[in-house]
């Protein structure tokens, strides 16, 4: 029964460390300004945004594209790196 037990442990802690650590991005409008930027959290807006463009981005790479995206269709009036 022990056995049983710590083998379980071991399966539960393996498939733990197993999965992949998800830090999701998104990309924020200033309202003061009207610049954008991608943030390293989805969850928790900076003081003065107005508006999220995308949430839930799955790395820094692509919130970067879709600020460029928003750069060219003049949702942004500057983007902050």
């Known amino acids: 029964m022990k056995g049983l ?3 379980m ?3 539960a802690l393996g ?3 197993a999965t992949p650590a998800r830090a999701d ?3 924020i409008k200033f309202k003061d300004t009207g610049a954008c930027r991608a943030w390293y959290d989805h969850t928790a807006k900076p003081w003065g ?3 999220v463009l995308w949430v839930k ?3 820094w790479d692509v919130a ?3 600020g460029a995206y928003a750069m060219k269709h003049h949702w942004c009036k500057a983007w902050y790196y």
Request: hydrophobic share 50%; proline share 5%.
């Open 49 to 51: 945004t107005s508006q």
């Open 5 to 7: 037990v710590f083998a």
């Open 64 to 66: 970067q594209s879709k």
């Open 15 to 17: 498939l733990a460390a």
């Open 9 to 11: 442990g071991a399966l």
């Open 25 to 27: 991005f998104a990309v």
């Open 57 to 59: 981005t799955p790395s």
